[in-house]
């Protein structure tokens, strides 16, 4: 038998040929960030998932004029326009040295908030040693550890 003959008697399975290249769908998409809530209903008919760039629950207007500069040079990188939420070094009991409301470190030392309590004594500012012991400037630190450990164990 030759070879041509041979291949003769191969069955040759054909695939059908497409004319067309088949398309698969991407699991990734585009995600849609939204930044008005009027946009909300058109995206919720065509979209499953979508970012908001707002809070939906807020009804509060915020305007602001984005052609004022501000007249600090190194205040152009951030600008705040509002917050929600409490801070817990603002608004709940903290140290004096973590305090935002007097920064320990451009303040008087001995000044407070209504939130600041003794680092040694863990007592609300003022304690009794405040300015004789000068626990006004106690922070986490050093000989101010050894005093608020030696603190704990005598209570």
């Known amino acids: ?26 699991p990734i998409r585009a995600i849609a960030c939204l930044k008005k809530i009027d946009d909300i209903k058109r995206f919720e008919e065509t979209d499953d998932c979508f970012i908001l ?8 207007p915020i305007s602001f004029d984005l052609s004022s500069k501000p007249n600090n040079k190194d205040s152009d990188d951030l600008c705040v326009l ?25 303040t008087s030392r001995e000044s407070y908030c209504d939130k600041c309590y003794c680092y040694v004594c863990d007592s609300a500012a003022p304690c009794k040693y405040w300015t004789l012991s000068r626990h006004c400037n106690a ?17």
């Open 1 to 26: 038998m030759t070879t041509a003959r041979k291949l003769s008697r191969k069955r040759v399975r054909k695939t059908p040929v497409r004319s067309e290249p088949q398309e698969f769908e991407s």
């Open 53 to 60: 760039g707002f809070d939906p629950t807020d009804t509060t």
């Open 82 to 106: 509002g917050e929600k939420g409490k801070i817990a070094l603002r608004d709940y009991p903290h140290s004096r040295h973590l305090c935002l409301k007097f920064p320990f470190k451009t």
């Open 139 to 155: 922070e986490n630190i050093g000989s101010w550890n050894n005093q608020r450990k030696l603190r704990q164990r005598v209570r």
